[in-house]
């Protein structure tokens, strides 16, 4: 068993693109070195406060780079366990969701406050999402930036378990010790969910306008400027 550890925590663990890079390598030797099973954690009170937006997270290269290292977590052939020791928001709940199971510290939220700056996730984020919480709370987060707390989590089924860093690593190792390749079979089973389908063009489309869009840059100056920003639809 191998345990990831995010550690920037000056930056609340915000993903750029040293992390990303860091997380894929870390993820390849613990698979190259044998490892059972992964459990990927934050250092300090956060687990990942999502991508970093003082530049990384509105740089096309760095998005591809992201996804393909979320794609890489999901896809590997042992089981991952995310450890939210604190809050994982935007990313940082994306990395999360590309886990196979989730242990949630008590005092933890989860949160895609994406439109509150102009940005849009894309669809893995939003089926994956549905499919670990269902279509309620997913559109309430989604489309009213609503956070949710870890004993709310719990009960839709987001996190399998409450407790700390030791209790996912206890349970790790337990894991670590049972027929590997029943485990992928059921990985590869539970996550043919429909969230790596093919989007449609016009949903492509719709994301990458908001992408595209005067908001977004409205978005960006308005965190800048430390004020509320303004968002007109274009």
Known sequence: MVTV???????????????????????????????????????????????????????????????????????????????????????????????????????????????????????????RLVSLVGSGPARSMLIGCDPLSADRAHTLGFANRIGDLADAQHWAANIADLAPLTLQHYKMVLNNDGARDEPAPERLDAMMRAWESDDLAEGRAARAEKRRPEFIGR
């Open 5 to 127: 550890e995010l550690d920037r925590v000056d930056k609340r663990n915000a993903l750029d693109e040293e992390m990303v890079a860091g997380l894929s390598d870390a993820f390849m030797s613990a698979v190259d070195g044998g490892a059972r099973a992964v459990v990927v954690t934050g250092r300090g009170p956060v687990f990942c406060a999502g991508a970093d937006l003082s530049g990384p997270v509105y740089d096309p290269s760095f998005l591809d780079k992201l996804v393909a290292t979320l794609q890489q977590i999901e896809a590997v052939p042992i089981p991952v366990i995310a450890a939210l020791n604190g809050s994982a928001l935007g990313a940082g709940l994306q990395l999360a969701m590309a886990a196979d199971l989730r242990v949630m510290a008590p005092d933890a939220l989860i949160g895609i406050p994406a439109a509150k700056i102009g940005v849009a996730v894309d669809e893995w984020t939003i089926r």
